[in-house]
């Protein structure tokens, strides 16, 4: 009964099951992996946000570039403020702001882009306070450059003259007059008033959408591997049910061109004939019947004077 499986069209569905499965379960185990990665990376960004409340701070020149390590860290720097920009559409605390960006031109002509606060409304350079003339020396988080449509970076173009939608070195090589570098620094304590913007989780590290939607394909290809399994046994199934009618001489399905499939033996056709009582058929030969007929005419004898 079992001998289609031997047949071309199943070991085609055969092979495809067997490679099937093993492919849905490597692909749910990897995006499950991904997810405990990122599980991972929030508790370590937690934990390195922690410690650097208290680890003392470090030159700058020796926090570059920016990893997943060094984000988040203290650093210093010491410069003279230049052109100041602000940034619109940030929220803090549930309030919608702009941040108050002022670049710190450092030895060696290079500006670090430096977030000395927030304040609340819509970006007006009025509210912004000047930054402090002379030499300074800040200290701050050490963030990465933003991606526009990240972490709550705006995508909106054609801002005013003065503003920037992202704090990244592509964003204000075009709006300053000097070379900036590739990573920027938020205040620990905000200048004259404005509140401190607190340091960004790295990228790719929380507990974000992102990182749910990994763990949601891990259940869908665990459902697929199922669903493959549960199709193969579905048309195993189907395929007995046919063979077993087959084997009985029912075939439901088959056309009335193909041939009797009422499964009842047929009578074959005698052309005229009478059935006796028992319901056997007995045919009658006409042909026959007719010569006689005339032979026993042609014996009979005359009967004229």
């Known amino acids: 009964m079992y001998r289609f499986l031997l047949t071309p069209r199943w070991w085609g569905i055969n092979v495809f099951v067997l490679l099937a499965i093993p492919f849905c379960i490597f692909m749910g185990s990897w995006q499950l992996g991904r997810f405990e ?16 409340k208290t680890d003392p701070a470090r030159p700058l020149a020796g926090m570059l570039p920016v990893t997943t390590q060094t984000s988040g860290k203290q650093t210093l720097a010491t410069g003279r403020y230049g052109k100041q920009l602000l940034v619109p559409d940030r929220e803090l605390d549930g309030r919608q702001g702009f941040y108050v960006l ?7 002509g290079k500006a670090l882009p430096v977030v000395r606060g927030w304040l609340p409304g819509a970006a007006d350079p009025a ?16 963030q990465a450059s933003e ?4 972490n709550g970076v705006s995508t909106a173009g054609g801002l005013p003259s003065g503003q920037t939608a992202a704090i990244s070195a592509a964003s204000l090589v075009n709006l300053v007059p000097y070379t900036p570098y590739d990573a920027w620094i938020t205040l620990d304590k905000a200048d004259a008033g404005m509140k401190a913007v607190p340091p960004a989780a790295p990228q790719n590290t929380g507990l974000d959408l992102k990182a749910f939607q990994n763990l949601g394909y891990t259940g869908e290809w665990f459902v697929f591997a199922g669903f493959v399994v549960f199709m193969w046994f579905r048309l195993l199934r189907r ?21 009797n499939t009422s499964g009842s033996a047929s009578v074959p056709e005698t052309g005229a004939g009478d059935t006796d009582g ?6 009658v030969d006409r042909d026959g019947d007719r ?14 004077a």
């Open 127 to 142: 509210k912004a306070p000047a930054a402090p003339g002379g030499e300074v020396t800040v200290t701050g988080a050490l």
């Open 239 to 259: 395929e007995v049910e046919f063979a077993r009618d087959a084997e009985l001489g029912l075939f439901p399905d088959a056309s009335p061109g193909e041939g």
């Open 102 to 108: 002022t670049l710190l031109r450092v030895d060696g």
């Open 278 to 283: 028992e319901g056997e058929v007995t045919t």
């Open 147 to 150: 991606s526009p449509g990240s």
């Open 291 to 304: 010569a006689r007929d005339e032979a026993a005419g042609d014996a009979t004898p005359s009967t004229s």
């Open 37 to 52: 990665d990122r599980v991972q990376d929030h508790r370590t960004a937690d934990k390195a946000a922690s410690a650097a």
